[in-house]
């Protein structure tokens, strides 16, 4: 079954509890910061049943209609499709998840090797689970990182309590009780269920925390404490200052509390078997670096384009430098995209289990680049928009009608550039970079190239090919004046 | 004259116009969002008064005490004592401003020069400024960066209208009227008057725009269009989110436009010598690294502080790469200091005019390191800070009595260090680092050194060997099965 | 015809006019420098007949038999096995050479774009000249560069002669008579003739310029002028001191100078059409960058090979920055290989003409990131091997039975390895390092490890945490006496 | 006594027994590779006695006139005085060598330390040493770099003999007996003493390996293997290919091996305190930074100078990415300047000891800017250089009259530079970079600025600008091919 839009937003008024700065939420879908990621997480089931996605995000096995990305994935084809489905609901801008599905992908490796190496049957569990995902369609997210406290001591080693790591505190013929946290879990408030895995390698005495299962995220013990969203503002304005996220952005991340959750066998795909849960933590990094990379593709585009309109419309687009920033920023998009795509095409082969993943190499290639070069991209794209990231004006102050004649004269740039268009992409520009001190940073008295200008300029050059003259012997560096003093080389031959 | 802390904040309460996020604000010491950052300013009148920093801050000349930043400075010894003025009222927390004090030092050289060259007379109009700034004490700064329209065109060539470089549109002889406007003026709110003068050097073409002049900021016919400051909140809850910006950021940048302003000549200081724009706007710059580079002695130092403070919260300091990202900080800030120092202690003289200015090398490489290692600056503190730095949570949810406990089980860090204390020190790295999404991106799917680890274990290491080996003619590459099949190097010899 | 590797070697017994280190020599084949390049190139025409790659490198059309690379590429296939072809014969240590191929194919685009614009029959010359290469199997190289004179100046604006680019100096009904010389020209020496092309665009006033044209090396007015070995010494010797360029490196490259030689029409590709200078350059750098990234691969493979060699030998391998170093040198040899293969999967078609080329963006992302990294690699290798790479002992060292037992007993690494296998290891990676002094400076006075520990041991922790707990407001500060006399922030609160 | 250059030439004819490229050398002074070391040594002595150096270079005390550096620093300016002395002396092209001098410093720190703690009489020794260095004047070097074997293992854990750093293996009532090997040891040909020092820290299990002291070069069962120069050539060819280090290059590093060589206890320095070991590797660090960092502003300012040449003779000093490259090789060689200098200027106190030290952190950012930034350098003298750098004809080919006007007439660059001056700047450049591959590797198949324009044409620039307009809102994006079937951002409001 895949459900609607509808259904899906209906199950959200469950009863989970839930907290946003400060306050708990009663009904998320009432809440104007939560509304951007519902709609955006709504979208997907839309595509699911448009014309033009439905056939690459959807299989159909015994007259049952399901999610492809419920399937394991078998073959190169298969990451192709899993990266181009990931890839179009993003172009859409739908707000698809990686998280869920690349736990449900990691924790099949997992307990296939677990059952097969231990005799242990979580297979089964996993199976049941996905005829439940099947039929029900609910919307999952995955958890993995655990709120670790000192990173310097393994589990079972910290001191203040033992449960910077999600354990298993109790279990008995019909489940297990489950005790601790789960932090930064994207898609939180728009999910159904989660499934939660360790993340990190374990040892024997750590293996309380070997545990990977399945839950409703309104599950009695469970608490969600929602980080705060990218923006204090809701509605138009929020989608006028912040293009991108304003839309869709939203409260979407948080930290999930166990206060001693419940959890049947049958929704337990590990418990105990503490040589597994490096798999399960590597499994799903691998799976989750090709959704990762997927949004990277759509960020490091946007970037290039953000430099290039910014450039076009301060009438830039001429000058060296600002080219050779806007090749870098295309190199660091292609080459993100490359890697990815490679990483499908050329994947990994598990023969033991029949499935394919992602090329371990290429993948984390890929990852590492677009991280590593974040900061880079954030530096050119604020080099070449200019202070006015730091400094543009606001939603509030176009709309004030005695303001918005100055900011239209003033701020325009290129000709034939309505003023708006500007504002809207640096506002867009800003959204990049954020209210952060390092745009504002590089421009407070003065640009870089300004810098290198005067110090082009301040150096030293006669001096210097003076230096260089008399080493190599070629006559004129005896006029220099730093160098007047100064005899031939060598001054004297005693040998 | 020096006026007293609450004098100087009654003398905000004039008459200018000045718009807020869209609103017009009568009197800004009365709106929250301006308090921060007119307390911050208004500190400086109490240390021109404190014991331990009134011989550094001011001078007195013939029973007139005033500040020390109006006299120009003719030595190293001078250069050296505003350096240390600057850092020590910033190492307070006063909120000093360069801006003025810089445009004048500026003004001061080009007048001269100008005087010299062409037999104008603007010094006189100086010193009657400067008299005028010893006597009354008001707060200024200085207006350079216009707002430029197309950057490829020159101040006269710009399309769509002559405005975008502010311009002589008038003069009489009473004074001039100008029109245009200036961003990302800093310290503006905050002042009483403001020195304006010309960014870039000009032609013979763009005489118009080759004008410096003084003017109150609450003259008829300017308008402030302050910029929106870093955050929402205000008060307590300002500072415990953003505890260094939310202290004393507040709103401090301004659009400052010019309705057809009338200037007297005894405040103008240059007006149609278009071949001294390029003075004024190089020695501004010149005097204004000395100040930002004080500015950045502090910020840089600040962050290492943030990432050796989190290193040890989180429980990673023993780490060698995250020792080596702490150095790399640490080297960062004491270059960022040692060149600026070197720029006061060996300073460029300027014998024509009986001057000394920051060494101009030196001073341009402090500020370039700066600048071009800012997003380096962040990129560590986020790895090192770790996602946290992105979902924190928020002053209303610490309060929050339900939410606490968990937060404060759940996030503290290294034993010993209270809860409290490591989300401090997070709230000042998310500070530094804003709500970009660069910090949230190197940690999504994973850390630098996650992927780093894959690669490591990814990559072919034994084929890698096994081609050096074959190369150097070391055996033992046969074994290798990528290489069985490739002969000796060379597989024969013809010759 | 395919030629055997002996008639190969007879051919280089030519008229040519060639000059090694101040001497004019006779007979190349007899000249030990000359032989490692020759052996080199000869053994190409061995795999040309070898049962693992007949198939690859030749194909047989109308029951002749010839080299694959007279083709002009037309599918992904053919690019990827073109790429295939290179990379092979170079693992088996065959000199391929890409320049002839490679301006042959750029001549094919040229000649078809011009004829078709300006009915110009240059691609009959070609098909001429390919039914040459066909039957008579010449070896040929490509001559792009030339000497260029003032950079700064085009060809015909150049002041102390005319000559600097080659040119037309004279046609008639039977040819063109050339003039100018070509430098760096690869494969020279061991060529039996070459295809010259302009290195850049023309303008009309440069059409004596735009010249592409074919000839025997040893035409009547041509000189080569070799340029130095990467070594002194032959045989034995040199191979022990440079495995890898000791081998194979020979003399190799040319300046060719052209005394107004004779070139027949049928050897004439382009004369004097300005407008397709700029194809012909871009068409050659468009495959000779498909060839140029095939060596790019075996020598980032062998760098990264060195390094894990080199660190397994002296015992550190398991360090954290080790891997590090590693890591980066593996990614950098992943993505010169996976940029460059997608440059061929998925080419750019050129359907006016019905071909294939290698994707610009790709193949030009390949060939950047070797350039661009290339220093770094040395700089990883350097690091790693240590400062031994600069001061490592002879073959007449090693060959003293005097000397051999210490260099045997003291320059012994990890144990297990003979000291002879970590001796080629170090001289394998100083033959790629070259004498050059960034490796001995990189370690001279300590190695950039040791300068980051004393820096970490060096710096001011505890004043910049204290500083960081200040504006964090987290007690503890007042305790560090850097910090003992500043205030709590703010100090004051006036407003 | 300072002894003339005679006296010291002939001390170099001694009982030494010294190997080069596996020969035994009877008498070094006759032997041509040694000869540029020696005569680069002996202008020092020529410099002790010059009017324009003595009173920098000596002290005289009690009549007795010696030299400085055998003086123990104690301020800031005896350390400004150390360094102006290096450098002069380098500047004038002596061979100052800071080995001997430095590990002498840090072992009067040692001697002291070790001496007040543990009430040893090393200081005695010490002050014996320094008499007999200030009456007999002899040459001196520093050995600090041990062979090492497995560096992942301690000295008292090597495996496959327990010499692979010196060590005490005898001592008796007059002496101590060492044996191992020290490596990469600069200055030893052109030495007559050596201060052996270790080059780690130890723990209690390596005591033997804790020991400091000195000995004539000749002493009974030293051995010297050489290291192999930088080029074959002498005299005046050498000096014309290779104009820095063929002038006073010539074979000056060794392996210095001991064969259970005896050392009379009034040399030794330390012996056993394996505490020690610690402080006189790092002293010695501490100081040879200092001596390092003056080389470095030497070598510094002529790549500076290097680059800026060869850009004017090429032509293309206009460009901008040419004037950025310059700009951060100027920035680059002012830094290592700056830093230096600042480390003495603002030193160190050990008030125990009464001694002045250059500043840890400083001469560490000096030395580490200098070596990160070597291939760095490197790259920018490589790329403004070019290809000619690697394929540069010799002093043979200039002396042959037959090729020397092809020579002169191509490779002219820039009208008014005589090719010949072209010719030998190029060579300096060569002579920096080496033979080494790196700089041929950024050149061949296109420069990196040819690169970088392809890949800006071919970036899809239209692309990228239409998915930030698209996120921004700016209308325009729908009529770019790639995107025209993508819907509006959000594409559906459900909430």
């Not at 998840?97 to 992908?105: H, Q, T, Y």
């Not at 939180?188 to 269920?193: G, H, I, K, L, M």
């Not at 230096?467 to 003093?485: H, S, T």
């Amino acid at each position: 079954m895949i459900r609607t839009a509808e259904q899906y937003i209906e199950s959200l008024r469950d009863n989970r509890v839930i907290y946003y700065n400060g306050e708990k939420i009663p009904d998320i879908t009432k809440q104007p910061k939560f509304q951007g990621s519902i709609n955006s997480r709504a979208l997907c089931y839309v595509l699911y049943d448009h014309p033009a996605f439905k056939d690459l995000l959807t299989i159909e096995e015994n007259r049952e209609k399901y999610l492809f990305l419920w399937k394991q994935p078998k073959t190169a084809e298969d990451l192709v499709r899993r990266r181009e489905l990931y890839i179009n609901c993003m172009r859409w801008g739908a707000g698809m998840s990686g998280m869920g599905p690349d736990a449900l992908a990691a924790s099949g490796v997992t307990a296939a090797r677990c059952d097969r190496e231990l005799g242990t049957h979580y297979t089964e569990a996993i199976e049941d689970y996905r005829k439940h995902l099947r039929s029900a369609d609910p919307a999952i997210t995955g958890a993995i990182t655990d709120v670790k406290g000192n990173r310097g001591l393994r589990p079972s080693a910290q001191e203040q309590h033992k449960d910077f790591y999600v354990r298993v505190v109790d279990k008995n013929k019909d489940g297990i009780v489950v005790r601790g946290a789960k932090i930064h879990i994207s898609a939180t408030p728009t999910a159904n269920e989660l499934i939660v895995s360790p993340c990190r390698a374990h040892r024997e005495e750590d293996k309380d925390y070997a545990v990977v299962f399945a839950t409703p995220i309104d599950a009695k013990g469970i608490k969600l404490l929602t980080s705060p969203g990218y923006s204090e503002e809701t509605g138009e304005e929020a989608e006028w200052n912040w293009p991108a996220s304003g839309r869709s952005g939203g409260v979407s991340e948080c930290m999930i509390t166990f206060d001693d959750v419940f959890i049947p066998w049958n929704r337990v795909f590990l418990c105990g078997e503490w040589q597994f849960s490096r798999t399960q933590a590597w499994m799903f990094g691998v799976f989750h670096r090709l959704f990762g990379t997927c949004h990277k593709v759509i960020s490091t585009e946007l970037a290039a384009g953000i430099a290039a309109l910014m450039a076009e419309y301060n009438g830039i687009e001429r000058y060296p430098h600002i080219q050779e920033k806007l090749t870098w920023l295309a190199m660091h998009a292609a080459l993100i995209d490359i890697t990815a795509r490679a990483a499908c095409e050329h994947p990994d082969y598990f023969e033991d289990i029949g499935l394919a993943t992602p090329n371990l190499m290429y993948t984390n290639i890929s990852k590492y680049l677009f991280a590593d070069g974040q900061h880079q991209c954030s530096k050119l794209v604020a080099d070449i928009t200019g202070g006015i990231a730091s400094t543009v004006f606001t939603y509030k102050d176009w709309m004030n009608l005695e303001e918005r004649p100055y900011i239209e004269k003033y701020l325009a740039g290129k000709a034939g550039v309505p003023t708006e268009h500007r504002l809207q992409a640096i506002r867009l520009a800003k959204d990049m970079l954020g209210h952060g001190h390092d745009g504002a940073f590089i421009h407070t008295e003065g640009s870089l190239a300004a810098q290198k200008m005067a110090m082009y300029v301040a150096a030293p050059w006669d001096k210097y090919k003076a230096i260089a003259k008399r080493v190599a012997k070629i006559p004129g560096w005896k006029e220099q004046p730093d160098l007047k003093d100064l005899p031939d080389l060598p001054f004297q031959r005693l040998i």
